[in-house]
């Protein structure tokens, strides 16, 4: 996992470009995790994120619910979409 002392200007600009998108997400606050060796990128919106359901979707995407709340995604090759 890079550390943030690795982080380079084209990585500040990847991560500028995505501020938009972010700020218009339902969620207010979100924890990222990629496996770089498994190509999975985790996102949790909430923490501890204890699921009580998860359902594979078609797409590669396990949608982690807690009832009837999203409390997590786990995306399948991720560095591909």
């Given at each position: 996992m890079a550390q943030v002392t690795d982080l380079q200007s084209k990585d500040l600009a990847r991560i500028l470009k995505a501020v938009p998108g972010l700020l218009h997400f339902p969620?207010?606050?979100?924890?990222?995790?990629?496996?770089?060796?498994?190509?999975?990128?985790?996102?949790?919106?909430?923490?501890?994120?204890?699921?009580?359901?998860?359902?594979?979707?078609?797409?590669?995407?396990?949608?982690?619910r807690r009832g009837k709340k999203i409390v997590g995604l786990t995306i399948q090759d991720a560095s591909s979409r």
């Amino acid at each position: 996992m890079a550390q943030v002392t690795d982080l380079q200007s084209k990585d500040l600009a990847r991560i500028l470009k995505a501020v938009p998108g972010l700020l218009h997400f339902p969620a207010r606050q979100l924890w990222i995790n990629y496996d770089h060796g498994a190509d999975v990128l985790y996102l949790s919106f909430a923490k501890p994120q204890r699921a009580t359901d998860s359902e594979l979707r078609d797409d590669g995407i396990i949608v982690h619910r807690r009832g009837k709340k999203i409390v997590g995604l786990t995306i399948q090759d991720a560095s591909s979409r």
